[in-house]
């Protein structure tokens, strides 16, 4: 399990970035979609997507290293944790320069 951490780190990066990507790119056709927000309910939709995407970040980000304290495994949890960051800034930096890249 110990030489695992990093690519279960990876692989919640991975899926994390897959579902960010996908909302992004709902987001960015939600007019084309959905057509155009006249009422109430488009904010309301936008707010639910906002709280249940923060739910499975959560959930991607601390999910299994919440899971390994609980059990007793401190030091894998906090591992776990700090390759999911480190994944993520590396994504994050690669993305900024894609973006960059393709200005």
Do not use: C
Request: hydrophobic share 65%; proline share 2%; net charge positive.
């Amino acid at each position: 399990m110990k030489n695992n951490l990093w690519l279960h780190a990876l692989a919640h990066s991975a899926v994390l970035l897959a579902y960010i990507a996908g909302v992004a790119w709902i987001m960015q056709h939600a007019e084309t979609i959905f057509g155009k927000m006249q009422n109430f309910w488009g904010p309301v939709a936008f707010l639910l997507l906002f709280v249940f995407s923060a739910l499975i970040s959560g959930l991607l980000v601390l999910g299994r290293p919440a899971y390994l304290f609980l059990d007793g495994q401190k030091k894998e949890a906090l591992k776990m944790l700090f390759y999911t960051a480190s994944w993520l800034f590396a994504i994050t930096i690669l993305m900024l320069a894609l973006n960059i890249a393709f200005k």
